[in-house]
């Protein structure tokens, strides 16, 4: 059974890095497309990005400039950093796997199958 | 704003059937999964690429999609359904994945 675990800080100050990794255990992190996402309190889920066990990545356009998610195969796990967070950047921090599959024309699809339990990070002074 | 739109919140009397629904002009071209969360948990994939559902998820739980919009059936509503829906898929241009802004299921 795949099992994925954040882990980080809980209180970033205003300005400075928000870093998390989150561990994967029970499948090897390699063949797999690895995603960040959030969800502020009370609201939506928004995508950070995903990275391939390669480190080939794709971000969020609303978030790239800040954010850098980076993987460590030997260890089994992947890593977000977000910059110059605010209060915005308060949020519930999932780590997911992204399964690729494709159909019967050879069209590629993606969906995030297993998901870590989420950590809060909250962003204030 | 969301590429992907659905409506805030839905209710169904225990038992019935209850369709929620995501609008995007990405739907298209691009699969459509479906995730439940509720409350203080994790989100779970209940549909994947339309209508595939994962094991271990009943099969009052269906997918469809036409034109741009796709959408989550459930028939026979239980009490334990009650939860956010969301769907996600890619953006317009395909290069980015979304979410739509969810779905409150009340299941009265």
């Known amino acids: 059974q795949v099992q994925l675990q954040e882990s980080g800080p809980g209180l970033v100050k205003p300005s400075e890095t928000l870093s998390l990794t989150c561990t994967v255990s029970?499948?090897?992190?390699?063949?797999?497309?690895w995603s960040w996402i959030r969800q502020p309190p009370g609201k939506g889920l928004e995508w950070i990005g995903y990275i391939y066990y390669t480190g080939s990545t794709n971000y969020n356009p609303s978030l790239k400039s800040r954010v850098t998610i980076s993987v460590d195969t030997s260890k089994n796990q992947f890593s977000l950093k977000v910059s110059s967070v605010t209060a915005a950047d308060t949020a519930v921090y999932y780590c997911?796997?992204?399964?690729?599959?494709?159909?019967?024309?050879?069209?590629?699809?993606?969906?995030?199958?297993?998901w870590g339990q989420g950590t809060l990070v909250t962003v204030s002074s | 704003s969301s590429e992907l739109t659905q409506d805030p919140a839905v209710s169904v009397a225990l038992g019935q059937t209850v369709r929620i629904t995501c609008q995007g002009d990405s739907l298209r071209n691009y699969y459509a999964n479906w995730y439940q969360q509720k409350p203080g948990q994790a989100p779970v994939l209940v549909i994947y690429?339309?209508?595939n559902r994962p094991s271990g998820i009943p099969d009052r739980f269906s997918g469809s999609s036409s034109g741009n919009t796709a959408s989550l059936t459930i028939s026979g509503a239980q009490a334990e359904d009650e939860a956010d829906y969301f769907c996600n898929s890619w953006d317009s241009s395909g290069d980015h994945l979304v979410f739509g802004g969810g779905t409150k299921l009340t299941v009265l």
């Open positions: 997911a796997r992204v399964s690729r599959d494709y159909d019967s024309s050879g069209y590629y699809y993606y969906y995030f199958d297993y």
């Open positions: 690429a339309i209508h």
């Open positions: 029970g499948d090897s992190i390699s063949n797999y497309y």
